[in-house]
């Protein structure tokens, strides 16, 4: 199993960005994708996850962020709007070979490189 993560940068406070997880050796349909964020001097944080049974947000992006999947690229977006300077961080896709959803760092085994988001004037 291997997940890519990419699509970030910097970017003005409001605007938005769409990361990209880009995954092999698993389908979608079974596994449970999920992003994290990492800011500096603090922990590893669950921000939306994926599966065939829905869809989760944490509250600190809740109407801000949209998570979805095309199935035939093998691939997870997350949509991020209205960005705020606390959404700086290094993001992180993960996966899961269940279908429970969950944004626990520590129940994800496949792990991607991160993508770094600066939203910054």
């Known amino acids: 199993?291997?997940?890519q993560a990419s699509g970030g940068g910097l970017v003005q406070p409001g605007g938005s960005l769409r990361?990209?997880?880009?995954a092999s050796g698993l389908a979608l349909d079974y596994?449970?994708?999920?992003?994290f964020r990492q800011a500096p001097g603090k922990?590893?944080?669950?921000?939306?996850?994926l599966s065939g049974r829905g869809?989760?947000?944490?509250?600190?992006?809740?109407?801000?962020?949209?998570i979805s999947r095309d199935n035939a690229k093998?691939?997870?977006?997350?949509?991020?709007?209205?960005?705020?300077?606390?959404?700086?961080?290094?993001?992180?896709c993960a996966g899961r070979s269940t279908v429970f959803l969950?944004?626990?760092?520590?129940?994800?085994?496949?792990?991607g490189?991160?993508?770094l988001v600066t939203v910054s004037s």
């Open 19 to 22: 990361l990209s997880c880009a």
């Open 74 to 92: 093998n691939t997870v977006y997350l949509q991020m709007n209205s960005l705020k300077p606390e959404d700086t961080a290094v993001y992180y």
């Open 1 to 3: 199993v291997q997940l």
């Open 31 to 35: 596994y449970a994708i999920g992003w």
């Open 43 to 49: 922990e590893r944080e669950g921000v939306s996850c």
């Open 55 to 66: 869809t989760y947000y944490a509250d600190s992006v809740e109407g801000r962020v949209t």
């Open 102 to 111: 969950s944004v626990r760092p520590n129940e994800y085994a496949y792990w």
């Open 113 to 115: 490189q991160g993508t």
